[in-house]
Structure formats: C-alpha cells, structure tokens
C-alpha cells in the first residue's frame, strides 16, 4: 500500500473528494519504526495520530491484576493487532485536543506509518471548513462506535462481576 | 434558565459567537414533558438531542444481575441526575448518525427541554461550514472525554473481577 491509498481507505478521510484527498497527503509526514520498537506509549502526551501503511503493529493495555492475596500486580494485556488492510488509526484523538495515549502500541515488525501532527491539522481545517466538517464528521461517527463499543463492555464486565460477587 | 442561556451554555455550543448562537436557535424545537414521563427510550432509535432549560432529569442503564442461582434478572440502574444548571445534553450521538439510545432518561419534575433533529442539525452545518465545524471539534472533545471516562470504568471494573475471582 502506498501513503496515498493508506489516507483514502482510512475512515475518517473516507468521504473526501480527489482535491482534499491531496491536501491531506501534504501534511503527512512518513515514519519508519523498527520489530519491537514502542510506538506510542499509555500515558504519555501526543500530538500525532498515526496510520500504518506498511507492517503490523500490536495494541496494549495496562491493568491491575489479583495474583493472590496481597499480590497485585501491574500486567501488560495484549488486545489486538493491526495490519495495513486493517485501516485502523491510532492516536486520533490527540488531533482535537492534547492526549494522554489511552493504549500502547509497539512494532511487531518493521513499519511505516504516516502521522499527521495536531498542528497541521488544525491549520488545514481551519483554511478549509468543508474538508474539515466532512473529516470532523467521520471522526465523531468513529468515537461513537468505540463508545458503543466501551458501553457494551461496561455492561458484559458489570455483569460478570455480578455473577462473581454472587457465586 | 431561557432557550437562549441553555444553548449558550451548552459544552458543544461554547465555542459560538452570538450570530451563531443565533442560527442554533432557529432550529430548537420547545418540547415538554410531566414529572415521571419517559423521555428517552434504551435501545430505541432517536433522531434528535435534547438539552435541558427547566425541570430534572435522570438517567438510567438496564443490566443483567444475578441474584441467586440461575436467578438473573433485568435491572434498572440509575446512574445519575441532571438539573439545567449542569448544562448536559442528551442524544447528541443521534446528530451524527441514526442512534440506537444507550440510556433511558425519565423526568423527575416537570420539564422543558429545547429539542434538535438531525435534519436541521445536518442542513445548517452544511449551509454554514464554519459554525459546523465549530460545532463538531466540540462534539469530539465531549465524545473523547466520555470515551476517556469508559476506558478507566472498564479497567476499574476488570480489576474488581480479578479480585473476585481470585478470592
């Protein structure tokens, strides 16, 4: 895949025109990372979001676990993994606001990304309001669906939980 | 509280001038409802957001809970309360998309709420993209902070489980 086809299969520039496909690729930067090198790390601020074009990328979440008694204990859980065709992008929300990554996400193998900085982001909105409301759209619809999806597990956990309480 | 003061106030409204505001209002519709009436329906479809300018309002979540062996039933959890003065808005996800409510909100006094479909909502940010995109940068941040918010229940809830399980 090149950066061109990576941007318009991503879906929040999926409902560009040719002309503003082009204006977004001019404000991409591309960045090689090496098998096993961090990414993004939880926690810590960003100012990019990111979109793989070439490689595969692993996504990681911090949690607090129970190994017995008195022994809790930090682990890394692994959620999922993304390729290219997957047309995942990480980071996006740094391009609204500044961000603490919510996850962390490491090179499973070599990897090109493209990222596109908060910064010339908001320039390329605010110098064209049409391209910036049909991106602003998709990115609400994408955050609705992740809070569809978040609200769901909240309802799965809380009912396990329930279960667990009352063995 | 007026209609006026109500949108003005509202987070995804901040950001307007007072031409703006203006063309917001346009496109409120008055709506009210009696103490105890169902607003918002879990689970139904909804093509409009709503914010509150008199009365109180709850909000509340169905969950499977289980009482005893293979005793598990439907609740209702109510999950909080909301006056004028908090400013909240109810159904915004309906103005990107048809939405599936995620909770119920019933009116606990009698209520006045300022009501916009997501055919309105559509037509004046497309007639005016700068307004529109003042609107939406404002719905991100308000979809980010909820989806912030998910992700610390989820981790809080998923180490009460390990704890559970592991007792």
Redesign the interface.
Known sequence: MNASDAIRRSFIFSSLDEEQLAKVLTITREKKFHKDEIIMQEGEKGDSMYLVVEGEVGVS?S??????DNDFRQTEKVLTSFKPEDHVIFGE?AL??Q?SR?ASIIARTDCLFLGISRGDFIKL?EAD??L??KI??K???L??N???Q??Q???R??????????K
């Open positions: 979440k949690l607090t676990m129970k190994f017995g929300m609204i606001g961000d919510s909105i309001s049409n910036g409301m602003l759209m990115l609400s619809e955050l609705i992740r809070l569809k978040s609200s597990d909240i309802i956990l809380t009912t396990a939980l329930s279960i667990a309480l009352n």
